[in-house]
């Protein structure tokens, strides 16, 4: 695979601190049931990487330690992870909101057929990936009976009680463009996917995530191959709009990697570039640990490249969806 990172320095990125810390995306592990075209963690069912006890043991007390509101939880399928149940308990007794980034087939793995009720009974949040409401387009980017898979886990869900309008269940779904182009207007698009996945299957959810494809790992290693790297930098630099720069989720998140290092954002960890952080002597790296000595992160830099105008074309993009209309 091609390292996109030498040619994400052409454009020059602005420069942009960080808020208030509300945030911990972790990514627990690597293995994933699925290998997909455009996951920027390169995840698939041979990885073996997955966050060990001592981290883990941070992890908790960095929960109990800081005033974080959510703990989003990623991977990877995160609930491949052999200890994810104790995870979600602990940040749900605490009460955070947790976040799982499922990606709907894991339902319907050997092993994970209370998965589905677990999440439920916690009250998480379900973040599930479903690129097109087309079973011909999912099963392109994501292989052979993905959709007939993801759309059982789906229905799986809402019989729990996912996605009601005006329940404590909520079940959003993620878009992906499937080629080098920019997401469609996000308020259209999940209308549409709504009323497809209603009338051909019943199904209900709250509400639809659109994210740009970045240009790193898989994603931006098929784009160098395929000669369209050049073309697509250019197509988020010209669609660069300042006022996204407020909204872009690095302001308030910190990415945890499987070894407990820390990240502005999951995309930054998968480039390898850690989180500036004042007052590191020995290490170049800062590490969970690091938060329970730290009081404040207002006002840090952020490390930015040029991959950063994915997160500020358009309509803007992060793992909320889009950043305005």
């Known amino acids: 695979m091609r390292d996109t990172l030498p040619l994400l320095d052409a454009l020059s990125f602005p420069p942009i601190r960080r808020a208030h810390f509300e945030a911990l995306q972790v990514n627990l592990t690597y293995r994933c049931n699925q290998r997909c075209l455009h996951c920027h963690v390169n995840a698939g069912p041979t990885r073996a990487e997955a966050m060990t006890d001592d981290s883990l043991a941070l992890l908790h007390q960095v929960i109990d330690a800081h005033p974080v509101q959510t703990l989003d939880l990623t991977g990877g399928a995160p609930e491949m992870h052999p200890r994810f149940r104790e995870i979600v308990v602990h940040a749900r007794r605490e009460g955070l909101r947790v976040i799982d980034r499922c990606n709907l087939t894991i339902l319907s793995e050997p092993g994970y057929e209370e998965l589905a009720a677990f999440l439920a009974e916690q009250q998480v949040e379900v973040t599930a990936s479903l690129p097109c409401y087309s079973r011909e387009n999912v099963d392109r980017q994501r292989g052979d009976g993905v959709f007939e898979a993801s759309i059982a886990g789906l229905l799986q869900l809402n019989a729990l009680g996912y996605g009601e309008e005006g329940g404590g269940l909520i079940l959003n779904l993620v878009y992906n463009p499937q080629g080098p182009t920019l997401p469609p207007p996000q308020a259209q698009l999940e209308a549409d996917y709504k009323a497809h996945l209603a009338e051909d299957f019943g199904i209900r959810f709250n509400h639809l995530l659109t994210i740009t494809n970045q240009p790193i790992a ?87 490249r040029d991959h950063c105008y994915a997160c500020t074309a358009g309509q803007g993009s992060s793992c909320g969806g889009a950043l305005r209309d």
């Open 218 to 304: 898989r994603f931006g290693s098929t784009l160098v191959s395929k000669g369209q790297f050049s073309d697509y930098m250019q197509l988020l630099r010209d669609s660069y709009r300042p006022e996204n720069l407020g909204g872009v989720m690095c302001r308030n998140l910190i990415s945890v990697d499987w070894q407990g290092y820390l990240y502005d954002c999951d995309f930054n960890q998968m480039l390898e570039l850690p989180m500036p952080l004042p007052g590191l002597i020995d290490r170049d790296r800062a590490h969970l640990r690091d938060l329970l000595k730290s009081t404040s992160l207002d006002g840090n830099p952020i490390a930015t």
